[in-house]
C-alpha cells in the first residue's frame, strides 16, 4: 500500500508528530514498506495455526510456597510511635 506525502502529513498530525518537509519522502517510503509488510502477514492462512500463550516451550520454574523468614513484628514496632495489640496507631484520617 503506498502512501502519497498528504497521506504523511496527516498521520504526523494525528500522531503529533513534527517532520520537516524533507524528511517526508523518507516517511513515505518507510511507511509504505511497513504497511506492506502488514498486507504480507495478513494474506498468510493461519487457519491451521494453534494459538499459543508463549512462542518457546518453556516452563516457570516455582519456588516452594514455604516461609523463609520469621515473624518480626515486634522487632519492627519497637520504633513505631504508637502501637496497640500489634497493630500501628496512626492519627484519624477519615471522620
Known amino acids: 500500500m503506498a ?6 502529513r496527516d498521520i504526523a498530525d494525528l500522531a503529533r508528530l513534527q517532520i520537516d518537509e ?3 519522502a523518507d516517511y513515505q517510503k518507510n511507511l509504505s514498506n511497513i504497511l506492506d509488510l502488514v498486507d504480507q502477514l495478513a494474506a498468510v492462512d493461519t487457519s491451521a495455526v494453534e494459538p499459543m500463550a508463549h512462542p518457546l516451550d518453556a516452563v516457570q520454574r516455582l519456588r516452594a510456597d514455604v516461609v523463609t523468614e520469621g515473624n518480626q513484628r515486634a522487632h519492627f514496632q519497637q520504633i ?3 502501637t496497640e495489640n500489634g497493630y500501628y496507631l496512626v492519627p484519624r484520617v477519615v471522620e
Open 3 to 8: 502512501l502519497d506525502q498528504q497521506q504523511v
Open 22 to 24: 524533507n524528511q517526508i
Open 80 to 82: 513505631a510511635p504508637q
